[in-house]
């Protein structure tokens, strides 16, 4: 079993910064792939961005390209998510969530482990 916690979230406004760390404990993740989710209330959970097991390959929402950045310490069993010129419509809960694949998926019923969750709040 890998258990998930995500940290980092908080109030910000539009323009801002925030940091997203996904820590993992019970297995290392090394050869897992990390995607970033966010559900926004009344909207679906979407796909933000992606990572492989070995890092080399990330994948973005278009909604957050050239804004948002992933990297992972697999030393630290970290994955971390980077959010520049934050958006008012960034605002949800960002999620992570692993499975052990070489590949990277982006629908979120590819994923077996999820954490519980950030709030990320951009204000206008």
């Known amino acids: 079993q890998v258990q998930l916690v995500e940290s980092g979230g908080g109030l910000v406004q539009a323009g801002g910064s925030l940091r997203l760390s996904c820590a993992a404990s019970?297995?290392?993740?090394?050869?897992?792939?990390v995607g970033w989710f966010r559900q926004a209330p009344g909207k679906e959970r979407e796909y933000v961005i992606g990572?492989?097991?070995?890092?080399?390959?990330?994948s973005y929402a278009d909604s957050v390209k050239g804004r948002f950045t992933i990297s992972r310490d697999n030393a630290k069993n970290t994955v971390y998510l980077q959010m520049n010129s934050l958006k008012p419509e960034d605002t949800a809960v960002y999620y992570c969530a692993a499975v052990q694949t070489a590949g990277l998926p982006r629908l979120g019923s590819q994923y077996d482990y999820w954490g519980q969750g950030t709030q990320v709040t951009v204000s206008s």
């Open positions: 990572i492989t097991q070995g890092g080399l390959i990330t």
């Open positions: 019970g297995r290392t993740v090394s050869t897992y792939a």
